[in-house]
């Protein structure tokens, strides 16, 4: 069974600080990792998908890596603001699967202070 | 706006009431899901639907009933429930099965309180 580690669980920071947020799974075998955001109440939002076939995606301040083989991705928050304050969430979508089920960590709840 | 909508966004309800909570999907996808999500535990799948048939029911409860009449909508019927099933619900939808590498969107999530 597919477990989704990460870490830390929180972090807090001031503003403008660079961030690198983890996430760890125990099989390799996965089409996809998806990391989302998640604000206090609200549903997820995706930021960054990447294929297994991938090593990295960008998208703005964001840019995420993977690492298939030992089982790590990376989240790395450039620049950070007080507007990226929520919790982060990592999930994988495991081969084998016919279900798209995806296995979720229990998250990464940052704080960037002014 | 990711293109799936949750209605209602809260609900509170007593241990004898039924309710449903709906879900709407925009995006010509073929699968529909519900994911659990209790304070201090990873998101849970509950159910699967593709093209409009079930194909998981992930051990949840019968005290749960989804329906799924076409493929942008999806329902979570719920009876008799249980304090610990306050948590909240969400709704994501994906291209199809057929499409594993897909990603998934997610609704906003309805906040649920069982009293």
């Known amino acids: 069974k597919q477990e989704v580690t990460q870490i830390p669980a929180a972090l807090s920071v001031p503003e403008g600080e660079n961030l690198v947020l983890n996430c760890s799974f125990t099989?390799?075998?996965?089409?996809?990792l998806q990391w989302f955001r998640q604000d206090p109440g609200k549903g997820l939002t995706s930021l960054l998908l990447?294929?297994?076939?991938?090593r990295e995606q960008t998208s703005g301040r964001l840019n995420a890596s993977l690492d298939k083989s030992s089982g790590r991705s990376t989240l790395y928050i450039a620049a950070s603001q007080p507007g990226d304050s929520a919790t982060y969430l990592c999930?994988?979508?495991?081969?084998?699967?016919?279900?798209?089920?995806?296995?979720f960590g229990r998250g990464t709840q940052l704080t960037v202070w002014p | 706006e990711t293109g799936v909508t949750q209605t209602p966004r809260h609900l509170v309800m007593g241990m004898t009431n039924k309710k449903s909570l709906k879900c709407e999907q925009h995006?010509?996808?073929?699968?529909m899901y519900w994911y659990k999500q209790s304070a201090k535990k990873p998101l849970e799948l509950m159910f699967v639907?593709?093209?409009?048939?079930?194909?998981e029911n992930n051990s949840v409860p019968s005290r749960f009933s989804p329906e799924c009449p076409n493929s942008s909508h999806l329902f979570l019927h719920l009876h008799t429930l249980q304090p610990e099933d306050s948590a909240l619900y969400l709704c994501t939808s994906s291209q199809g099965l057929g499409v594993p590498d897909g990603e998934q969107f997610f609704g906003p999530g309805t906040r649920l309180t069982v009293l």
């Open positions: 639907y593709s093209l409009e048939e079930r194909v």
């Open positions: 995006l010509g996808h073929n699968a």
């Open positions: 099989d390799s075998a996965i089409y996809n």
């Open positions: 999930a994988v979508r495991p081969r084998g699967s016919t279900l798209g089920r995806l296995y």
């Open positions: 990447i294929q297994s076939s991938q």
